[in-house]
């Protein structure tokens, strides 16, 4: 463990770029929320008034995530994300990650220097994605929504908001919506890419964490792309059970059989 944190350390320091890669194995701990009392309260107050063929409200859960987000920090995470701040910090690095938590945008990382293709909690859309436009997050909602969790209004004093111009629901910008909107993360893909155009002939070293085969055509495919055509490129993959690298690489990459957010948050720079 120490010896491979260390390692890493050493080649980031001697690398002109550093690109890293964020998997689901990042994922916030949504077990935080759900272990919560009130929210237990709040689940079975729904089903009741779904059972009784009242109003659907299972569209406050995804406010609810965000304010768990805001409020209950997920230690190990935490830890994690600083290793990896401390990591990369002051260098020239681009970080890609297809987890929706908005965990990486905590840490000081420069945000134009992060691409988030999955989306996350921090912007809005109509759920058809009917103008092709982003929307901001609706606060007034998220007050009223905490104010209902702190028992401070009713359950049907909630109205889900909608998309103003064609009365669709509104939605938290993520992948999984009805008709996902791209507009969200296209600016920083552009911006991805021309980074990436960078790289050539360079010292790159290459940082995945945790990327499965959830979506192996954003991380793992790419990466080892990068690593195969460029001769000065290394890679390290950590991931607890897909740490395993092409054999086209050589030995330009290093598989570390762990679960990512472990080995960060153990580790020491």
């Known amino acids: 463990m120490e010896y491979s944190i260390s390692e890493i350390a050493q080649k980031c320091n001697d690398a002109d770029m550093i690109l890293v890669g964020i998997g689901k194995e990042f994922q916030y701990d949504w077990d935080i929320l759900l272990r919560n009392e009130r ?26 995530q965000k ?29 890609l990650s297809i987890v929706d938590d908005d965990y990486v945008y905590r840490y ?21 994605n009917c103008s092709g436009q982003i929307l901001e997050f609706d606060n007034d909602m998220y007050q009223k929504i905490l104010s209902y969790f702190n028992k401070d209004i009713k359950l049907e004093e909630l109205s ?57 055509s954003i991380i793992r495919w790419p990466f080892e792309k990068i690593i195969y055509y460029n001769q000065k490129s290394f890679l390290y993959r950590i991931h607890s059970v897909l740490y395993q690298l092409g054999e086209n690489l050589g030995d330009r990459g290093l598989g570390i059989k762990e679960k990512s957010v472990d080995f960060l948050a153990n580790g020491f720079v």
């Open 39 to 64: 929210y237990q309260e709040i689940e079975k107050e729904i089903e009741e008034k779904e059972v009784e063929g009242k109003a659907e409200y299972r569209w406050i859960v995804p406010f609810m």
């Open 108 to 128: 000081g990382f420069q945000e134009n220097r992060i691409a988030t293709p999955c989306g996350g909690f921090r912007q809005m859309q109509c759920d058809y």
């Open 67 to 95: 304010m768990a987000l805001e409020e209950y920090l997920d230690k190990k995470l935490d830890k994690a994300y600083q290793t990896l701040k401390k990591l990369i910090e002051d260098r020239n690095y681009f970080i």
């Open 160 to 216: 889900e908001p909608v998309c103003g111009c064609c009365g669709q629901k509104r939605r938290f910008n993520q992948l999984g919506v009805s008709k996902y909107a791209e507009e969200g993360y296209l600016p920083q893909w552009e911006i991805y890419k021309k980074w990436l155009q960078g790289t050539v002939n360079k010292k790159v070293c290459v940082i995945e964490l945790g990327a499965g085969m959830e979506m192996p």
